[in-house]
């Protein structure tokens, strides 16, 4: 039981940042029906850029080793603060470039696009920090806390608590706020929100500045458990992309439910074989797929020809 509790643990800080990017998914899709295919490398550049932001408030250069002493919670927050800004900035410039010349155009062009995007940063990545994973130290330390026995580390609670307020922050703005509200607005009818003298283009700007800032605070909230890395991108991505399919792509509350669902369940597999992680994820999207496409909290789409 103490080995079940543990993993559940981990397995909801980990859950907790494929809801957090799969919730970025479902606000870029709910406002303008497309997403970033290359969010995983978006996770990527805001685990460096957050390491760099460490290593220059240390007095280094913007690569090189981190030693526990460096990464205080002041400056680990500043690089948050960093992260979240350089890729917000990364995301109004994906729009304009990948997705705004073909926003509206019949066809998938903006899926290459957004692809090439990615590409883009991940070549930019690797040509300034090189191949070799950097470790970036907890600022909370490494010392294991017990909880009924159970073992967890303090950035991992760190994790689910940083991301459990932000998702509740976000669920509160989309619902009870003036620019929520636009922004479900632009969701639902795009040429009404117009006509209603809702600022749509602006809209959707944020949808992906919003996106792409969760994508680079999850990349380095991950970053002191699994290390920054040019290829860590990739999975993370694909599996919050499986959460928010999981729990209801056009429902926000479907992603963070379908992002803590993947996270225990992998968690759990794992303790039992390993080898079936993976698996075991995808198998269980292929049955919601079959049994109840639109996910587990999402509503089923009806259009009339």
């Not at 490494?142 to 459990?164: H, N, Y």
Request: charge should be positive; hydrophobic fraction near 55%.
């Amino acid at each position: 039981m103490i080995s079940i509790f543990q993993a559940t643990l981990s397995g909801l800080a980990l859950g907790s940042i494929y809801a957090l990017v799969a919730l970025g998914f479902s606000i870029t899709s709910t406002t303008t029906k497309t997403f970033n295919f290359g969010q995983g490398e978006f996770l990527v550049a805001g685990a460096f850029v957050g390491v760099s932001t460490v290593l220059l408030l240390a007095g280094k250069g913007i690569t090189g080793t981190l030693l526990p002493a460096d990464v205080t919670m002041t400056r680990y927050l500043v690089a948050v603060l960093a992260s979240v800004a350089v890729l917000g900035l990364l995301g109004a410039l994906l729009y304009f470039t990948a997705v705004r010349p073909f926003f509206g155009h019949a066809g998938l062009a903006w899926v290459m696009s957004t692809i090439g995007f990615g590409i883009i940063i991940q070549n930019t990545a690797l040509a300034i920090w090189g191949p070799t994973s950097m470790a970036i130290p907890s600022p909370l330390g490494d010392e294991v806390i017990r909880l009924g026995g159970a073992g967890v580390l303090p950035q991992e609670i760190f994790i689910l608590g940083v991301t459990s307020v932000i998702m509740l922050g976000l669920d509160w703005t989309l619902r009870s706020t003036k620019i929520g509200k636009a922004v479900r607005a632009v969701a639902q009818n795009k040429t009404t929100a117009t006509l209603m003298g809702i600022n749509v283009p602006a809209i959707v700007v944020l949808a992906f500045v919003i996106s792409s800032s969760l994508a680079g605070l999850g990349g380095l909230l991950v970053a002191p458990i699994t290390t920054a890395s040019v290829f860590m991108g990739m999975t993370l991505a694909l599996k919050a992309f499986s959460a928010a399919i999981l729990g209801g792509l056009n429902n926000p509350r479907g992603c963070m439910l379908g992002g803590f669902i993947l996270g225990i369940l992998e968690a759990l597999v794992g303790l039992w074989q390993a080898g079936l992680r993976e698996i075991s994820v995808f198998l269980i999207i292929i049955l919601v797929l079959v049994f109840k496409p639109e996910g587990l909290l999402g509503q089923r789409q009806v259009e009339k020809v």
